[in-house]
């Protein structure tokens, strides 16, 4: 896949903006020069999930979702890997539609999708400045320029929170002028729902400055309160998985068999998951009924799982206990299953991550009672929303047995930060690449938080690491190429730049 880097945009923008008054005078009135709100949203949030789930590939090993059926993996051993299209994503393929559809929204008095415009650009720099740390804020999308110098994360932390409530501001507004459903492959146009993701991006924003003396655990619990109430409220962009091919010409999720992106046996579940799964965090040995739909069971019919770096030990092909591919079993022709099909509806917040977000910040600030009904919520759902996504109904009973049983705390007495953790991992497991990382970056990859989540050994961590866990992304190559003089300022030329600790993970 091309690159594209802000020189890139620079360059083109700039000849744009030189042949403008020339080609003026072609210039149809009839014909509208403007391209509308409506037909640039679908193109943005399809790939808002093609870039998560081609980067999540990788980021998937760092939080150890899946692992490679082969021992030594560079990426699980938390090595530098080029996941670099949520970067494209951003700045491309997000960036200036934004600009273009706030344009026409404002034109046009379409507030409402002037609030999306502004929501999806929070969404953007919040997922962005979590993958890559400091980016290029005040100068991204200036026309006269083809170098550009970088923030901080702390103004790009700020900068979310302005464009939430700027965002906010055009859904109180008054509309005669609807969201169209059909241009909308989240929220189908509901207005609604847009303001209750806007507040999830708010509490996520919040809630991930927990290390900082400045944290706000009753802003965190305000914001999730006033964002998803229920999982049809779930923020869940729409793949109809029709046809293969390129991201701009295919409609099948990145991640099913289609787009052929996992379909290999360097995608198997992970130990860490299996365990979970089975109540392992808990010091239980009971059996999570989410297990049958998220993971695949091993030719002896039962769960087995790699450890990280380790790779398979069962993998021979007569092996009974071999590993599965996550996508759908050990050889092509993968049928896909759960979130890694082509016709899917692939989640990028939900209810549950909310109601875990709650928890925490209940929990650390003493509320345990609040906690405890957060966590329990957010439990409950993520069953109901894993059983939804098939392939076996998880039903009612199984789902109270669950509830009632060891592997879930009984009591607020009895809840641990590791219990809310854990469950949060789970909900997440297999499309919440960014907020898990986020999560385990907080906690410094704390194994008495997330238990069972494998610290790789020493011998098998990336050399250039210097000993040290990775914390971040690389810029896009295309800025080793044009912008070095700003990657020396923020450090990013030096090999072990990947482990530098992100600002909001700080104390």
């Given at each position: 896949?091309?690159?594209?880097?802000?020189?890139?945009?620079?360059?083109?923008?700039?000849?744009?903006?030189?042949?403008?008054?020339?080609?003026?005078?072609?210039?149809?009135?009839?014909?509208?020069?403007?391209?509308?709100?409506?037909?640039?949203?679908?193109?943005?949030?399809?790939?808002?999930?093609?870039?998560?789930?081609?980067?999540?590939?990788?980021?998937?090993?760092?939080?150890?979702?899946?692992?490679?059926?082969?021992?030594?993996?560079?990426?699980?051993?938390?090595?530098?890997?080029?996941?670099?299209?949520?970067?494209?994503?951003?700045?491309?393929?997000?960036?200036?539609?934004?600009?273009?559809?706030?344009?026409?929204?404002?034109?046009?008095?379409?507030?409402?999708?002037?609030?999306?415009?502004?929501?999806?650009?929070?969404?953007?720099?919040?997922?962005?400045?979590?993958?890559?740390?400091?980016?290029?804020?005040?100068?991204?999308?200036?026309?006269?320029?083809?170098?550009?110098?970088?923030?901080?994360?702390?103004?790009?932390?700020?900068?979310?929170?302005?464009?939430?409530?700027?965002?906010?501001?055009?859904?109180?507004?008054?509309?005669?002028?609807?969201?169209?459903?059909?241009?909308?492959?989240?929220?189908?146009?509901?207005?609604?729902?847009?303001?209750?993701?806007?507040?999830?991006?708010?509490?996520?924003?919040?809630?991930?400055?927990?290390?900082?003396?400045?944290?706000?655990?009753?802003?965190?619990?305000?914001?999730?309160?006033?964002?998803?109430?229920?999982?049809?409220?779930?923020?869940?962009?729409?793949?109809?998985?029709?046809?293969?091919?390129?991201?701009?010409?295919?409609?099948?999720?990145?991640?099913?068999?289609?787009?052929?992106?996992?379909?290999?046996?360097?995608?198997?579940?992970?130990?860490?998951?299996?365990?979970?799964?089975?109540?392992?965090?808990?010091?239980?040995?009971?059996?999570?009924?989410?297990?049958?739909?998220?993971?695949?069971?091993?030719?002896?019919?039962?769960?087995?799982?790699?450890?990280?770096?380790?790779?398979?030990?069962?993998?021979?092909?007569?092996?009974?206990?071999?590993?599965?591919?996550?996508?759908?079993?050990?050889?092509?022709?993968?049928?896909?299953?759960?979130?890694?099909?082509?016709?899917?509806n692939f989640p990028i917040m939900t209810y549950s991550?909310?109601?875990?977000?709650?928890?925490?910040?209940?929990?650390?600030?003493?509320?345990?009672?609040?906690?405890?009904t957060a966590y329990k919520n957010g439990i409950d759902?993520?069953?109901?929303?894993?059983?939804?996504?098939?392939?076996?109904?998880?039903?009612?009973?199984?789902?109270?047995?669950?509830?009632?049983?060891?592997?879930?705390?009984?009591?607020?007495?009895?809840?641990?930060?590791?219990?809310?953790?854990?469950?949060?991992?789970?909900?997440?497991?297999?499309?919440?690449?960014?907020?898990?990382?986020?999560?385990?970056?907080?906690?410094?990859?704390?194994?008495?938080?997330?238990?069972?989540?494998?610290?790789?050994e020493l011998s098998k961590i990336s050399s250039s690491?210097?000993?040290?866990?990775?914390?971040?992304?690389?810029?896009?190559?295309?800025?080793?190429?044009?912008?070095?003089?700003?990657?020396?300022?923020?450090?990013?030329?030096?090999?072990?730049?990947?482990?530098?600790?992100?600002?909001?993970?700080?104390?």
């Amino acid at each position: 896949m091309k690159k594209h880097s802000l020189l890139y945009i620079a360059i083109t923008l700039l000849a744009v903006a030189g042949c403008r008054k020339y080609l003026d005078v072609n210039e149809d009135p009839r014909t509208p020069q403007q391209t509308t709100a409506e037909t640039l949203l679908p193109h943005m949030q399809s790939y808002m999930g093609y870039a998560l789930g081609l980067d999540g590939r990788y980021t998937g090993k760092y939080v150890q979702y899946w692992v490679s059926n082969a021992a030594n993996d560079g990426v699980e051993g938390h090595g530098s890997a080029t996941g670099t299209e949520m970067w494209t994503m951003h700045y491309t393929k997000l960036g200036l539609a934004i600009d273009q559809m706030l344009n026409d929204a404002v034109l046009n008095e379409k507030w409402y999708y002037a609030g999306i415009a502004k929501a999806l650009r929070a969404w953007s720099w919040q997922l962005s400045t979590d993958h890559f740390g400091p980016m290029i804020l005040k100068q991204a999308w200036e026309t006269d320029r083809y170098i550009f110098d970088y923030d901080s994360q702390e103004e790009i932390y700020k900068e979310v929170e302005k464009l939430c409530n700027e965002s906010l501001e055009y859904f109180n507004r008054e509309s005669a002028k609807t969201i169209l459903g059909s241009s909308d492959y989240i929220f189908k146009g509901n207005k609604d729902r847009w303001v209750k993701f806007v507040y999830g991006v708010l509490a996520i924003n919040a809630n991930h400055l927990s290390n900082k003396a400045t944290y706000n655990p009753a802003k965190v619990i305000e914001y999730a309160d006033k964002s998803m109430a229920d999982n049809v409220d779930n923020a869940r962009i729409q793949y109809n998985g029709t046809t293969g091919g390129s991201a701009t010409t295919s409609d099948a999720f990145v991640l099913g068999p289609k787009r052929a992106n996992i379909t290999s046996l360097s995608y198997v579940q992970s130990s860490v998951i299996v365990n979970m799964l089975k109540g392992y965090h808990r010091g239980v040995s009971v059996e999570d009924p989410r297990i049958i739909n998220m993971i695949q069971l091993s030719a002896d019919s039962t769960y087995n799982g790699a450890v990280p770096t380790s790779g398979d030990p069962n993998s021979a092909a007569t092996n009974k206990k071999r590993i599965p591919a996550i996508i759908g079993g050990f050889a092509a022709p993968w049928p896909g299953r759960y979130l890694f099909r082509d016709t899917v509806n692939f989640p990028i917040m939900t209810y549950s991550q909310i109601q875990f977000i709650k928890a925490e910040a209940a929990f650390k600030s003493g509320q345990l009672g609040i906690a405890y009904t957060a966590y329990k919520n957010g439990i409950d759902k993520s069953i109901d929303l894993v059983s939804s996504l098939g392939p076996n109904t998880i039903t009612a009973a199984k789902k109270n047995t669950f509830l009632a049983s060891a592997a879930v705390a009984q009591t607020d007495a009895d809840l641990t930060i590791k219990d809310i953790m854990c469950q949060k991992y789970i909900a997440l497991w297999g499309w919440g690449f960014e907020e898990t990382w986020a999560d385990l970056r907080r906690y410094n990859y704390d194994t008495t938080v997330f238990k069972g989540y494998v610290i790789p050994e020493l011998s098998k961590i990336s050399s250039s690491n210097d000993g040290k866990l990775v914390q971040r992304y690389r810029p896009q190559n295309t800025e080793y190429l044009y912008n070095v003089d700003a990657l020396n300022k923020i450090g990013a030329t030096r090999d072990n730049y990947h482990t530098d600790t992100m600002w909001f993970a700080k104390p």
